[in-house]
């Protein structure tokens, strides 16, 4: 019978077999040879392939070797693979961020009341709604038959409404026409609780940004009093006041310790919020502003954002750029000495009514109006790329998209309007 096996192979299995009858009997030759006689012994009953067992066991371990040589030769076309995915991650990230929303909602929700403001959970898949009856709700956006939460948050409208999470918590911040700014924190198991309530303006608050300064969670809010505060809200007091006009201040947005004001009497304003101090204005728009947003700086994040979006009740947005401030050493920034006016690099003109709300996305603008549309704007050369004609049956009032900050951008656009709809798009 032939042994399956070639020379060197029985020449090693041989050595094995010795140096095994060597470890059992000793250095004794005899002792070896009548062992190894006794293990090769067949009698005409016995199986004559027992003589081939070991050489089976070897033709075994051959079989498994090459079974490994060919699981390492797939687990180098995986990594190879998973290296040219990885070098065209950047080209899906950038279809994610350049992504626009279909031109029919996939689902909608129905409130009691008219649509003032909604924003989408940073991570999660929920939406927050806040309407001019002060109800407060948290839908979530693949299920929208009932809400997940809900609760009378004011007493009269909300006017402003924005979400966090930090460290696994979620807080939602509010401005309501009672005259009061209030932040809840939110958990799937017990729904929307009041953390903080801040009561210290004399009018209307109009508009509310959430964002973490360092350890500190802080709320800006401001006010048909002309007043902006800065509040604490872990700690509960307020951190600063100032004014920035000499009118009501109909909305802001924050980045680092800047922030950028719009008011009725139709200026912008940046300030140094812990400072207080006035860095820059911005004059063009013929009416009150109604909404204003900082442009995030391209790449990696730093404290200086050069570029801001307003939309005005003229009908019009303008992408603005701002003047950098003039820094002086251990001291808060002042207005730089020769210029310290925004200037307006495009005005983009198309809606027919008030324009509402603005919202920034990668390279695009998104904007509400009371002419029922919403569109979208291309933020390097200010032209319409594409409009969303009766987006809602009355006034869009606000809009909102999820962030580019994730490490992979979602596909979700939420609108809201007076006819207590909430338009969900999603791809």
Not at 284 to 294: D, L, M, T
Request: charged share 20%; aromatic share 8%; glycine share 6%.
């Amino acid at each position: 019978m032939d042994v399956p096996l070639d020379g060197d192979q029985q020449r090693e299995l041989d050595r094995s077999v010795i140096e095994y009858l060597r470890w059992r009997c000793g250095e004794n030759e005899s002792e070896i040879i009548d062992a190894l006689a006794q293990s090769l012994k067949v009698t005409e009953s016995e199986d004559p392939s027992r003589l081939l067992l070991l050489p089976r066991k070897w033709t075994s371990i051959v079989r498994l070797q090459r079974r490994i040589m060919a699981l390492e030769h797939t687990c180098r076309e995986l990594r190879e693979l998973n290296s040219s995915r990885d070098a065209s991650h950047g080209t899906a990230d950038a279809s994610r961020v350049t992504w626009l929303p279909p031109a029919q909602p996939c689902s909608s929700i129905t409130v009691e009341s008219p649509v003032a403001s909604v924003r989408l959970h940073p991570e999660l898949a929920l939406v927050f709604v806040a309407t001019e009856h002060g109800r407060l709700h948290c839908f979530d956006v693949l299920d929208t038959s009932i809400p997940m939460a809900s609760i009378q948050a004011h007493t009269r409208a909300i006017t402003s409404v924005d979400c966090v999470c930090v460290e696994g918590t979620t807080y939602v911040a509010t401005g309501s026409k009672d005259m009061q700014a209030r932040v809840f924190t939110w958990e799937a198991s017990g729904g929307l609780r009041l953390l903080r309530s801040f009561q210290g303006h004399e009018h209307v608050v109009s508009g509310v940004r959430l964002w973490l300064n360092g350890k500190d969670l802080l709320v800006a809010s401001c006010s048909r009093d002309t007043f902006v505060k800065i509040w604490d809200v872990l700690k509960g007091w307020c951190v600063k006041s100032f004014q920035p006009h000499a009118d009501w201040v109909r909305c802001l947005d924050v980045q680092g310790e800047y922030l950028v004001t719009g008011a009725q009497d139709a200026t912008l304003r940046l300030t140094h919020w812990p400072s207080g101090n006035g860095l820059s204005v911005g004059i063009g728009h013929s009416f009150p502003i109604e909404s204003v947003a900082f442009v995030p700086a391209a790449g990696e994040a730093s404290e200086w954002f050069g570029e801001c979006v307003s939309t005005s009740r003229d009908r019009t947005a303008k992408i603005w750029s701002i003047p950098a401030p003039r820094l002086l050493p251990h001291r808060a920034p002042v207005p730089h000495s020769a210029d310290a006016q925004f200037h307006n690099r495009a005005t983009l003109e198309g809606h027919q009514s008030w324009v509402r709300c603005v919202r920034i996305r990668g390279p695009h603008i998104f904007t509400t109006s009371d002419d029922r549309s919403v569109k979208c704007w291309e933020l390097a050369t200010g032209n319409c790329k594409r409009t969303w004609e009766d987006a809602h049956q009355g006034f869009v009032s606000c809009i909102d998209l999820d962030g580019t900050a994730q490490p992979v951008p979602r596909r979700i656009a939420v609108t809201g309007g007076i006819d207590c709809k909430c338009h969900i798009f999603m791809q």
